[in-house]
């Protein structure tokens, strides 16, 4: 009796490719090997399957066996068999155990929400032998989850099948699925446009003029989370071997995410080999985040924000008018 075969993997698992090599090997044994996929709407698409590798080979629809004469054929394989149905699992059931013709089925396990599918689930339940394709998420992980990804993020509600949408998916480890973390999150040195940050640099110090004051004497960084930059982070060496931070801020929708701490560490680990300590001048609010680090309150420089360069409008304390300055010793 001929088998029936489930190879499931998440997207971008090679399984398309996988079932054009198969297929490949029986012609080169001198064997026929149908090639089948299901229809998923009334509309007469291609009959290809291909693969994201660029690989791709004639198919016929599921819906069009019946009039095929399968006596000729040595193995069926079927691409997207997710999309299959219950009674076409039941079908390719029948293949295998009346006509001892093997079946092997190519597709995803679960859907972007975590739920099976309807062919999956019958493939689950009747195949004979149910084999993993693994590939990997971007931690290196097993990708076992299968993300949908609109406008840049993880779509959690819509239709299981969309087509012809604007959606993407990525293949994803279980816990970076539920977090809905695309992509690491880095930071990069910025050396060239950092002035394209304006308006994040702004929220930390709300002068222009004191912003150009130091911009370009000193080193950018911007801390990227899921591709997306959500904090930056500005600092100079104003004498030898005592390093200033001059601004620090996260896009106001991304703040309590724990940002700029990871911004903050990643500097202090940077910069701690190269000098003697970290200066930052801040308002009174802040001084409890930068003591956290080990900061300790070194003066205060009366009536700093009064300046010609600030408007006290811009500050979210209105009232602000003495810097206070913390320092980190190494
Ligand atoms: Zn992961």
């Given at each position: 009796m001929?088998?029936?075969?489930f190879?499931?993997?998440?997207?971008?698992?090679?399984?398309?490719?996988?079932?054009?090599?198969v297929?490949?090997n029986?012609?080169?044994?001198?064997q026929?090997?149908?090639?089948?996929?299901p229809?998923?709407?009334s509309?007469?698409?291609?009959?290809?399957?291909?693969?994201?590798?660029?690989?791709?080979?004639p198919?016929v629809?599921?819906?069009?066996i019946?009039?095929?004469?399968l006596?000729?054929y040595?193995c069926i394989?079927?691409d997207?068999?997710?999309f299959?149905?219950?009674?076409?699992v039941a079908?390719?059931v029948?293949?295998?155990?009346n006509?001892?013709?093997?079946?092997?089925?190519?597709g995803?396990?679960?859907?972007?929400?975590?739920?099976?599918?309807?062919?999956?689930?019958?493939?689950?339940a009747?195949a004979?032998?149910?084999e993993?394709i693994?590939?990997v998420?971007?931690?290196?992980?097993k990708?076992?989850?299968?993300?949908?990804?609109?406008d840049?993020k993880?779509a959690?509600?819509?239709?299981q099948?969309?087509?012809?949408?604007n959606?993407?998916?990525?293949?994803?480890c279980r816990?970076?699925?539920?977090?809905?973390?695309?992509?690491?999150?880095?930071?990069?040195k910025?050396s060239?446009?950092?002035?394209?940050?304006?308006?994040l640099?702004?929220?930390?110090?709300?002068?222009?003029?004191?912003i150009?004051?130091?911009?370009?004497r000193s080193?950018m960084?911007?801390?990227?989370?899921?591709?997306?930059?959500?904090?930056?982070?500005?600092?100079g060496?104003?004498?030898?071997?005592v390093f200033?931070?001059?601004?620090?801020?996260t896009e106001?929708?991304e703040?309590?995410?724990?940002?700029?701490?990871?911004?903050?560490?990643?500097?202090?680990?940077?910069?701690?080999?190269?000098?003697?300590?970290?200066?930052?001048?801040?308002?009174?609010?802040m001084?409890?985040?930068?003591?956290?680090?080990?900061?300790?309150h070194v003066?205060?420089?009366?009536?700093?924000?009064?300046?010609?360069?600030?408007?006290?409008?811009?500050?979210?304390?209105?009232?602000?008018?003495?810097?206070?300055?913390?320092e980190?010793?190494?």
């Amino acid at each position: 009796m001929a088998k029936l075969y489930f190879r499931y993997g998440a997207m971008g698992s090679s399984k398309t490719a996988n079932a054009i090599m198969v297929q490949y090997n029986y012609h080169e044994r001198g064997q026929n090997a149908l090639m089948i996929k299901p229809r998923l709407d009334s509309r007469d698409g291609e009959r290809i399957v291909g693969s994201r590798s660029g690989l791709s080979a004639p198919c016929v629809y599921m819906e069009e066996i019946d009039g095929i004469d399968l006596s000729v054929y040595n193995c069926i394989i079927v691409d997207e068999a997710q999309f299959l149905t219950k009674a076409q699992v039941a079908r390719l059931v029948d293949i295998a155990d009346n006509s001892n013709i093997p079946v092997i089925c190519y597709g995803l396990r679960a859907d972007f929400q975590g739920n099976l599918f309807e062919g999956s689930t019958w493939l689950m339940a009747w195949a004979d032998t149910i084999e993993e394709i693994k590939t990997v998420c971007w931690c290196g992980r097993k990708a076992t989850c299968n993300a949908r990804v609109i406008d840049g993020k993880v779509a959690r509600e819509g239709e299981q099948i969309v087509l012809g949408g604007n959606e993407s998916y990525v293949a994803l480890c279980r816990r970076h699925w539920a977090r809905g973390e695309l992509a690491p999150i880095e930071v990069k040195k910025i050396s060239t446009g950092k002035r394209a940050y304006l308006s994040l640099l702004l929220e930390a110090d709300p002068s222009e003029a004191m912003i150009d004051n130091y911009l370009d004497r000193s080193e950018m960084y911007v801390l990227a989370a899921k591709g997306k930059p959500v904090s930056e982070a500005v600092i100079g060496e104003p004498e030898p071997g005592v390093f200033e931070l001059y601004n620090l801020a996260t896009e106001r929708s991304e703040r309590g995410k724990g940002y700029a701490k990871r911004l903050l560490n990643h500097l202090i680990r940077m910069y701690r080999p190269l000098g003697k300590r970290l200066r930052v001048g801040t308002s009174a609010d802040m001084m409890e985040f930068y003591e956290k680090f080990g900061f300790r309150h070194v003066g205060t420089r009366k009536d700093f924000f009064l300046n010609e360069n600030y408007d006290p409008k811009l500050f979210d304390d209105p009232g602000l008018r003495d810097m206070e300055v913390l320092e980190l010793e190494w």
